[in-house]
């Protein structure tokens, strides 16, 4: 059973590392280069349909680790140790994500595309600067 489970977390944490990435190395960049009102169009319900997606897949992602550092307990050392330190980091990059990202997120899936708020821009900006943070960390 570990190793299936170990399996499972694996590839659902490796997809969400992939999905990140993508995110920033490719397709807010190209979102960048757009015209304005195409990167509005674009953007709101990208963000819209991530912001109800990811929720989910961070919250599986924390419970398939934590339930991971159990199976591999003592956490005290060894390899329950390393993945109780990743869920913990985990849990700090979902708090990271909801006070500080997910505000701006919501402004931007709200949005009405073909008239976007004043300051549409400057919350993206800000926004893939929060990202590439939360990112290196």
Known sequence: MTIAYDIVTAA???????????IAAFVHPQLGRL???????????????LGKAMPFWYGIALLLLIGAAFEHRPIS????????????LWAATIIFTVTLLVPINRRIAKMNAASPYDGWLDD???????????LQC
């Open 124 to 134: 993206r900006v800000r926004w893939d600067l929060l990202y590439s943070i939360r």
């Open 12 to 22: 659902a944490t490796a997809m969400m590392a992939g999905n990140e990435f993508a």
């Open 77 to 88: 050392h060894g390899s329950g140790r390393l993945i109780a330190y990743a869920a913990s």
């Open 35 to 49: 015209s304005s009102r195409t990167h509005a169009e674009a953007a709101a319900p990208m963000a819209a349909g």
